[in-house]
């Protein structure tokens, strides 16, 4: 079985842009989360989604947005970039809403200039 | 969020058994103790959760105190493939994982 599936897999963006990151799920995964991954720290947690609606979200700003499709696949929105944006860009699917079994995916790399 | 220690690093011989210490001495009645590793350039692999009892699966095992203050995740025979960085988190109902720095741990061959 197809495990999570990220892309880009690696992106380079100018301050300022905006940057759109995609997420499939494991196939019959109902839950997305994000994670932000800056060098040399853990991931952060940016949001949750549960059958399209959103059930959690960490502590970034209004600039971070994200959104869940009908297929349980889920879309990362960054906008107005910061070089602090710079990061690795983690999605991992759960089966519900329990989650204590999340799947995460290889990530995409965002590099801002 | 409750919070976990870890040392920042550990050294096993391969094929050795490697045992991981956590603290988690603020831990409440419901939370979860769940392990994550995070392997070179990839991201985090879920090993094992647990609440109150000791729990096996065919990757590693999960030793919990009595008290629920500490745990300790093992790896029975240590390989190359183990050298990661390994997290224990504590989780109560959202799914959101709190990743700390975790326990880097490196295996000579």
């Known amino acids: 079985d197809a495990g999570v599936t990220q892309s880009p897999t690696h992106l380079i963006k100018t301050r300022g842009q905006q940057v759109t990151l995609r997420c499939s799920p494991i196939?019959?995964?109902?839950?997305v989360s994000w994670y932000q991954q800056v060098l040399g720290q853990g991931p952060q947690f940016i949001f949750q989604?549960?059958?399209?609606?959103?059930?959690g979200r960490g502590n970034f700003p209004d600039r971070f947005s994200a959104r869940q499709f009908p297929n349980y696949s889920s879309e990362l929105n960054v906008n107005a970039l910061l070089l602090g944006d710079s990061a690795l860009y983690l999605c991992?699917?759960?089966?519900?809403?329990?989650?204590?079994?999340?799947?995460f995916g290889p990530g995409t790399r965002l590099t801002v200039t | 969020d409750a919070k976990t220690t870890q040392p920042n690093s550990m050294e096993s011989n391969e094929e050795e058994p490697v045992h991981l210490p956590c603290n988690h001495s603020?831990?409440?009645?419901?939370?979860?103790i769940h392990w994550y590793r995070q392997l070179p350039s990839q991201g985090p692999e879920y090993v094992i959760h647990g609440l109150t009892s000791n729990v096996n699966n065919r990757m590693a095992s999960l030793a919990i105190a009595e008290d629920r203050k500490s745990s300790t995740l093992i790896l029975h025979r240590a390989t190359l493939r183990d050298a990661a960085v390994y997290y224990c988190?504590?989780?109560?109902?959202?799914?959101?994982?709190?990743f700390g720095k975790g326990t880097k741990l490196t295996v000579n061959p």
């Open positions: 991992a699917s759960s089966l519900d809403r329990t989650g204590h079994e999340q799947y």
């Open positions: 988190i504590l989780r109560y109902g959202s799914e959101k994982l709190v």
């Open positions: 989604y549960y059958e399209k609606e959103e059930r």
């Open positions: 603020t831990i409440s009645g419901t939370d979860y």
């Open positions: 196939s019959g995964h109902k839950s």
